[in-house]
């Protein structure tokens, strides 16, 4: 198949999936997304049976497959997983709705309900920006008093989207949480992320360790990846002293040089061979 590979910082991910789709007998074309020129109101030359969308700033990403799609060529993640999986409200709300096990969360748009609702939820609190990644900007509230000093603090930046307020249960879990990989519906390979931080994002020192894939783990994140739209994604759950796994993330553009050190698993050539299989269908 001729593959495009769409990025803008040459990673590890987008070094292994080039090296994998070329080792299957595959045509890839690497398009440098910060140096192309983007034409949405004509029809673009480009012809590609689908394209990897790779880029790591959010913004390029979705610009360049709103044209992409455009084009009529599948890209994958598409725009609608992207956004989705990008938007931390929305995510946790979509999982909810399917009966995805979640934190326990509000959001509020002013200081009073957020302290209302995080005394329902009762402390400590978690607090995120709706958007972001490795961990950035997100806060742990043992008390009112520490709640309220975050709280002033996001209310006074720039940012519109800081303002709003998206709080979560803190869940104590045992050291450790869990990144899975949704495949087309299959989930290959899981990793620990393990610290004695309570963040335990590898992008924070996290150590990855491998991590059986278990019945109830397959379940979840199976459900968990089509709830989002399917393909391509990386879901992380947390362990609750109760035993239950909470999805508390989707990535759907995401990394993985940490869980090929850990397990040894191709994972590149597992996203291509099975990216190929839905396509041709």
């Known amino acids: 198949m001729n593959i495009g590979l769409a990025y803008d910082m040459a990673r590890f991910e987008e070094k292994a999936l080039l090296q994998a789709?070329?080792?299957?007998?595959?045509?890839?074309?690497?398009?440098?997304?910060?140096?192309k020129e983007f034409w949405v109101t004509k029809p673009d030359s480009m012809s590609y049976d689908f394209i990897f969308q790779r880029c790591v700033s959010y913004y390029r990403a979705v610009s360049s497959t709103i044209v992409f799609e455009r084009n009529n060529i599948p890209v994958v993640n598409s725009l609608n997983v992207i956004r989705d999986c990008e938007d931390k409200l929305l995510t946790t709300a979509r999982l909810s709705a399917a009966g995805v096990d979640v934190p326990d969360t509000a959001v509020a748009f002013r200081r009073e309900p957020a302290l209302n609702a995080s005394r329902r939820l009762g402390y400590p609190v978690v607090v995120k920006p709706i958007y972001g990644s490795w961990g950035r900007m997100?806060?742990?509230?043992?008390?009112?008093?520490?709640?309220?000093?975050?709280?002033?603090?996001?209310?006074?930046?720039?940012?519109?989207?800081i303002k709003i307020h998206y709080l979560q249960r803190y869940v104590d879990k045992p050291g450790r949480d869990i990144r899975a990989y949704y495949v087309w519906g299959d989930v290959p390979v899981a990793i620990y992320r393990v610290s004695g931080n309570w963040k335990t994002n590898t992008a924070l020192g996290g150590k990855a360790e491998p991590a059986p894939i278990t019945d109830e783990l397959r379940e979840i994140v199976i459900k968990s990846g089509e709830a989002l739209g399917g393909g391509v994604l990386g879901i992380d759950l947390m362990e609750s002293p109760d035993g239950r796994l909470l999805v508390s993330e989707i990535n759907a553009i995401v990394e993985f040089r940490n869980t090929v050190r850990a397990t040894g698993y191709d994972l590149a050539g597992k996203i291509v061979e099975e990216t190929v299989r839905v396509m041709r269908r």
């Open 21 to 35: 789709a070329r080792r299957l007998g595959h045509t890839v074309s690497l398009i440098h997304v910060p140096n």
């Open 138 to 161: 997100i806060a742990r509230a043992p008390d009112e008093e520490t709640l309220q000093d975050i709280i002033e603090l996001r209310e006074n930046m720039q940012s519109p989207y």
